[in-house]
């Protein structure tokens, strides 16, 4: 198989390190065959801790430059990971136009008119809410994969209403041909305790467990923050679990 990384972030999104050519330098380094970089997206509200929207031509041109500079060894994509909010169909059509592609990011969403955080579930039905926004926006068909889908980990253990909705996000994603991402990230974070459960917050065994029985395609990805982690103990560890789990792991999303 191919080492590719699509998860990749830079010091606009105001809690990384590193500018996109560090990343791409150290993907080299490393013998990667492909990297995307895809940092959190501008977004035109709700989202103001990140990459300002006066920065996107910027960051653009800097992705595309690196590009050019090291097409001879190693191909680059150019990417932004974003949340799914209907009311900006317009916008991601636009970033379509001048991006190779889009991750689907469900750290916050809309449900029945109340705006809610991934990393802080606390009800079914915040925990329904989050999967439908996921449904929404597999369906869009904007996106190349989603982004840590079992964030919901992070303060919610699985119950029956999770096993359910896993189970429709998987026949979804077969319908759609379409990619979950494995992220290590969550294995940075440590083995935390979540209602009596001490595990990692994501990747969470039983959403993947179920994935596994439809064979949906899995993209193990760093979600690194600074170069230096691109290829570290935990994105090899998170390598080594998603094939221990049995996934579909597939090296790229194009």
Not at 55 to 79: D, T
Not at 111 to 135: P, R, V
Not at 247 to 254: A, H, K, S
């Amino acid at each position: 198989m191919m080492l590719t990384n699509f998860h990749t972030h830079n010091v606009r999104c105001k809690h990384a390190s590193g500018n996109v050519s560090d990343y791409v330098e150290k993907a080299i380094e490393e013998k990667y065959d492909m990297i995307g970089i895809s940092d959190h997206a501008p977004m035109p509200k709700y989202h103001k801790d990140r990459m300002d929207m006066s920065e996107l031509n910027g960051y653009i041109e800097e992705v595309n430059e690196a590009k050019q500079k090291f097409h001879k060894q190693i191909k680059v994509y150019s990417g932004l990971e974003i949340e799914f909010y209907e009311e900006f169909n317009d916008y991601y059509k636009e970033l379509l136009t001048k991006l190779d592609y889009l991750i689907l990011a469900p750290h916050n969403y809309f449900y029945k008119n109340n705006y809610y955080s991934a990393f802080d579930i606390q009800n079914d039905t915040m925990l329904i809410g989050y999967f439908e926004t996921i449904f929404k926006g597999v369906k869009s068909k904007y996106f190349k994969f989603v982004a840590h889908p079992d964030l919901f980990g992070f303060t919610y253990n699985f119950n029956d209403v999770a096993k359910e909705y896993t189970k429709r996000l998987a026949e979804l994603c077969i319908e759609y041909d379409f990619i979950l991402e494995f992220n290590a990230n969550g294995l940075r974070r440590g083995i935390k305790k979540v209602h009596n459960e001490e595990r990692y917050l994501y990747p969470y065994k039983p959403f993947w467990d179920i994935i596994k029985e439809y064979n949906v395609k899995v993209l193990v990805n760093s979600d690194c923050h600074n170069p230096k982690l691109l290829n570290d103990k935990y994105d090899l560890l998170a390598k080594s679990l998603a094939k221990e789990y049995g996934l579909n792991v597939v090296d790229t999303c194009f």
